[in-house]
Each structure stands twice: as structure tokens, then as C-alpha cells.
T-cell receptor
């Protein structure tokens, strides 16, 4: 069975500081990995996804993530935080196999950005 | 192109009442999903429909039923609401090809008293 663990339910950074949100996965098959962002009172928006091509994936808003098979990790980073990055972030995994396969989500990490 | 739409945005129910949450997508996607989001729990799958005419249970299906009315619409029904069903409900759709992204609606906030 697949699973996702997000380390740290809450991360606080200063504006301009590095953002690092951690995600580890468990999967018996090559995974497809996603990061979604949720702003207050809104739905989920895709930040980026890993689909077995390049291991370093660039997404929207300056975020990127690196797939490390040896560490079963897919951590999300941004070199310089902006106030508008404050939101909840979800890591998700899918085996992408059968039609209709759902995503398995982590419990989420709330990012706070202070000025 | 509205993407995934959900109605209502917010609902208050009394214990034992029933209601149907509506979801529609205009992207011609094959697969549709219902998730619930609870604090500290992430999103958990309630039911999904891989294609028109099929539905399957997810991780937390108890107390819910679904109908895939046509390719566009996928509804979630609570027959007898319970306080434990207080949550935010998200509908999502996917083209159903391998690797494809799921697209989410704005959510329905449900409070059961």
C-alpha cells in the first residue's frame, strides 16, 4: 500500500528565507508524486508533479522538488519565501496504474511567512 | 471553461437530515472523486468513479452514497447526517490517463449539528 508522510505540520520562515517542506513516500511500484497548495478557503492547486522523467521538477511560483529514490523523498523547496506563499501544502502519491486511481495525501504542512 | 464546480459552498444540517452535494466538470474528464478534508488528516478519499457508469469505495465510504449521473456530474449523498460528517468536501476530476493531474473544485463546507 502506498503512503505519504509529511514531516512537520507547521513550518515558519521569514520573508526571503529558504522554504523546505519535507515529504517521504512509500510505494511498491514506481510512484507519481505531486505537491498541491491550498490557500485559505480555497480548493487545491497543483504546484508540481513528478512523473518519472527528470528528478528535479520545477513548478509554479518558484517552487521545485527533487525526487530521491534512495531516500524515498520528494521535498519541496523555494529559495526565497514571499508573504503570498503562506498556505497549506500537501504531498500526494499515486501509482498511476489503473484508470481512476486516486491520490493518497499526506496530512499537510502549514507554511507561515513572517515579515 | 469553469473547471470543477461544487454546490453548495456551505451547508448546515441537523443530525439525521439528508442532503446531496453536487459536482460537475466541463473538461471532458473520465474519472471523478470525492474527498473529505479534516484538520490534521489531509484529504481522504470517500468514493470515486473511474469512468461513467462505475463507482467504487475509497478509504472512508461509510455514511455516504454516490451517483455518477453522466460524464460531467458526480454527486455525493448523505442519507442521515451525523456530526462526524462535519468536514470540507472536495470533488476532483482527472482525464484518467496515466500520470495525469487531478483538478479540484472549491469545496463544500458542511456543518452537522
Amino acid at each position: 500500500a502506498q503512503s505519504v508522510t509529511q514531516l512537520g505540520s507547521h513550518v515558519s520562515v521569514s520573508e526571503g528565507a529558504l522554504v523546505l517542506l519535507r515529504c517521504n513516500y512509500s510505494s511498491s511500484v514506481p510512484p507519481y508524486l505531486f505537491w498541491y497548495v491550498q490557500y485559505p478557503n480555497q480548493g487545491l492547486q497543483l504546484l508540481l508533479k513528478y512523473t518519472s522523467a527528470a528528478t528535479l521538477v520545477k513548478g509554479i511560483n518558484g517552487f521545485e522538488a527533487e525526487f530521491k529514490k534512495s531516500e524515498t523523498s520528494f521535498h519541496l523547496t523555494k529559495p526565497s519565501a514571499h508573504m503570498s506563499d503562506a498556505a497549506e501544502y500537501f504531498c500526494a502519491v499515486s501509482d498511476g496504474g489503473q484508470a481512476g486511481t486516486a491520490l493518497i495525501f499526506g496530512k499537510g504542512t502549514t507554511l507561515s511567512v513572517s515579515s | 471553461n469553469a473547471g470543477v464546480t461544487q454546490t453548495p459552498k456551505f451547508q448546515v444540517l441537523k443530525t439525521g437530515q439528508s442532503m446531496t452535494l453536487q459536482c460537475a466538470q466541463d473538461m471532458n474528464h473520465n474519472s471523478m472523486y470525492w474527498y473529505r478534508q479534516d484538520p490534521g488528516m489531509g484529504l481522504r478519499l470517500i468514493y470515486y468513479s473511474a469512468s461513467e457508469g462505475t463507482t467504487d469505495k475509497g478509504e472512508v465510504p461509510n455514511g455516504y452514497n454516490v451517483s455518477r449521473l453522466n460524464k460531467r456530474e458526480f454527486s455525493l449523498r448523505l442519507e442521515s447526517a451525523a456530526p462526524s460528517q462535519t468536514s470540507v468536501y472536495f470533488c476532483a476530476s482527472r482525464p484518467s490517463r496515466v500520470q495525469e493531474t487531478q483538478y479540484f473544485g472549491p469545496g463544500t463546507r458542511l456543518l452537522v449539528l
